[in-house]
Every structure is written in structure tokens, then in C-alpha cells.
């Protein structure tokens, strides 16, 4: 009779425990349907079993303690979400100290794969500025007096531009390019002789564009934008499709300066300021080869800033890439025809100065 009453009892409590393990199952459907809706929300890992310290107990033992186990587990709060990683942190320039500086109000990064182009002058499938926004842009340097000029005029306003480099000129003056460079501005190149490559065979164009990125790239003294601009803004279709085979980016214009026929600091600013009052932004195409438009830059930069214009600044996704026997050429451009390539300072030496 004991038996029976004990199988009875165990009978019953089975059905109460299946009863509750059904319940249970459904309310985890029914949290599962909520859950759907915040699918942000990572899911709780499972709780893991606690360790036992007692010795191993018997089949019986363990299903109890399973069973046991499971009902916890399905009871348990759910698991907080680990904390994600803090961001990687992003350099910043330093403060700009000019109170109501013109500064920098955006910087664009461009993917140069295909060979984009850009300034409606020539290029019409990307318009990325914003109304009232424009981008510096300086052709034909680096130049002694006028570059540097040009340099001071923008860092006093803190303020960035994109400079297109001739290549013999950078040769000429690599310590003046180095200085675009160290004040963190962008560089692109502009062929090596500033020639007018619509007058020139497909391979005779080939070499002016690739002697001028090798050029501009080993004066600059570092990794330079893959960003190139024709001479006279003429544009032969083959070199187009050259650039693009390249991932060079094409750069045209918005809004031409005209300095180079102005030169003329008070005409170039009044230029500037009608063109982009009527188009309302825009890349602005200066030359700081020109002496005129450094003596212009300063007050240039103050009309803009008081008429509301805001500056963005151009970045490539990656630095362009040279092709070796242009580098070997540039080398030798250079460092002349020969091995020795020990600085100067270890060659020529001061032994007697006068006073």
C-alpha cells in the first residue's frame, strides 16, 4: 500500500512539473515574438551549469539536478549586453588661436577608384558641396615668395587647400612643397611641364601625367593625394580613360579666379566674390605661382568668412601610387646623373668663414 501511495504521489508531482515546464515554454515563445521587434538588442547567452564540488552521484541524481538546473536557467534574469569597445579615438588639429577664423567647416574624404571627376566646369556626375561651401584650390606651384605667401595667408585663418603641383617646379623647390605638406594641407600634381597635353601623342601625355606624380611625390617627401589636374583644363578622352585606369581623380572648376590674366589683387578678390555670389558655392580654381593672388589671399579669405562662406577640404581614401621607372627617372632628376647620394652636409663642410 505504501508503494502505490508513493507512486501516486511521484505520478502527480511529474504532471505538475510537465504542467509548468508547458507554461514556461510558451511565455519563452510569447518573449520571443516581443524580442523580434528590438532586434538591436543582442539575445542573453545561456546561464552556464555551476560547478559541483561533491563526488559524482548517481544516474538518478544527475537527471533530478539536470532537470532542477533547467527550471533555474529558465528562471534566471537575462544576461546584460557586454559593454561595446570605446571608439578609436581620431586625431585633431590643434585649436586654431585666430578668434573668428575662417577655419575649416568640413573635410570630405573621395574614393578615387575609376577616376571620379569633379567641378562643373568639365564634370557634372558629383556634387558634393553644400550651399555657401567652397573649396581652395592652388595650380602651378610651388613658387619662392608667392607659395609661402600664399601658406602664411591660410594659417592665419586656419583654413586648408588643395595645391596641384608642376612637377619641375617641385623638383626645383622641394623645400617649399614639404612646407604644403607639413602645414597639412592636400597635394595632387599637375603634370610635369605644365604642357598642353591635347597637342601631345597618347605616350608623349602618358609621361608628362606619371613624371609629374613621381616628381611632386618624391619632393613632397611623403604619400600625396591621387588628385590631378589638366593643364589649361584641357582634356584629351584617352588621358581620361588613362586616369581612370590609374583611380585617379580628374579636378576641373566651379568657379575660375582668372588671376593669371587679372594679376591684380583688388580685380581677383572682386572676381571671385561676383562669381560665387551668383553660384552661391563652389571650387575655386587661384594659381600661387601668381604674386597677385598671394597679395589677394589674405583679404580673399576675410570676405569669404564675412559673406558666410564655409571652407571644405578635400582627402583622398588613399594616397596615390607611383610607377617605379618614373620614380627611377625622378631620382635622377633630382639627384643628377650620379651614385653618390650623401647629404650635403657630409660632402661640403665650412672650414674657414670670415667675419
Keep these: 500500500m505504501r508503494n502505490v501511495v508513493v507512486c501516486g504521489v511521484g505520478l502527480v508531482a511529474l504532471v505538475s512539473l510537465g504542467l509548468v515546464n508547458s507554461f514556461m515554454l510558451g511565455g519563452s515563445r510569447s518573449d520571443t515574438r516581443v524580442a523580434a521587434g528590438h532586434a538591436s538588442l543582442p539575445a542573453p547567452a545561456p546561464a552556464a551549469p555551476a560547478a559541483s564540488a561533491a563526488a559524482p552521484a548517481g544516474a538518478g541524481q544527475t537527471k533530478s539536478t539536470t532537470a532542477a538546473e533547467s527550471i533555474a536557467t529558465r528562471f534566471s534574469p537575462p544576461q546584460a549586453a557586454p559593454t561595446p569597445p570605446p571608439p578609436p579615438k581620431v586625431a585633431e588639429a590643434p585649436p586654431c588661436r585666430t578668434p573668428g577664423a575662417l577655419g575649416v567647416a568640413r573635410v570630405v574624404e573621395i574614393d578615387t577608384t575609376g577616376g571620379p571627376g569633379f567641378g562643373f566646369q568639365h564634370f557634372k556626375a558629383y556634387d558634393f558641396l553644400n550651399p555657401n561651401e567652397v573649396v581652395l584650390t592652388f595650380d602651378d606651384g610651388p613658387w619662392p615668395v608667392s607659395t609661402p605667401a600664399v601658406l602664411a595667408a591660410l594659417a592665419a585663418q586656419c583654413t586648408k587647400a588643395t595645391f596641384f603641383a608642376i612637377g619641375k617646379h617641385a623638383i626645383w623647390h622641394p623645400e617649399i612643397l614639404k612646407q604644403v605638406a607639413a602645414a597639412g594641407h592636400t597635394i595632387g600634381s599637375h603634370t610635369w611641364s605644365h604642357v598642353d597635353l591635347m597637342k601631345k601623342s597618347p605616350a608623349e601625355a602618358k609621361d ?33 580613360t588613362y586616369l581612370g585606369e590609374r583611380n585617379i581623380a580628374m579636378f576641373s572648376t566651379d568657379l575660375d579666379s582668372f588671376d593669371f590674366k587679372i594679376k591684380n589683387a583688388d580685380q581677383i578678390i572682386a572676381s571671385v566674390m561676383a562669381k560665387l555670389k ?19 589671399l589674405p583679404e580673399l579669405l576675410t570676405q569669404l568668412k564675412a559673406n558666410g562662406y564655409k571652407v571644405v577640404a578635400l582627402t583622398a581614401k588613399e594616397p596615390i601610387t607611383t610607377l617605379p621607372e618614373y620614380d627611377a627617372m625622378m631620382s635622377m632628376e633630382i639627384k643628377g646623373a650620379t651614385a653618390n647620394a650623401r647629404p650635403t652636409t657630409s660632402v661640403v663642410r665650412t672650414v674657414s668663414q670670415s667675419d
Design 208 to 240: 608628362e601625367i606619371e613624371k609629374g606624380i613621381s616628381a611632386v611625390r618624391a619632393a613632397a617627401g611623403g604619400p600625396v593625394a591621387p588628385f590631378f589636374r589638366f593643364p589649361q583644363l584641357r582634356h584629351p578622352p584617352e588621358m581620361i
Design 278 to 296: 551668383k553660384d552661391g558655392k563652389g571650387i575655386i580654381l587661384m594659381h600661387d605661382f601668381q604674386h597677385a593672388t598671394a597679395q589677394a
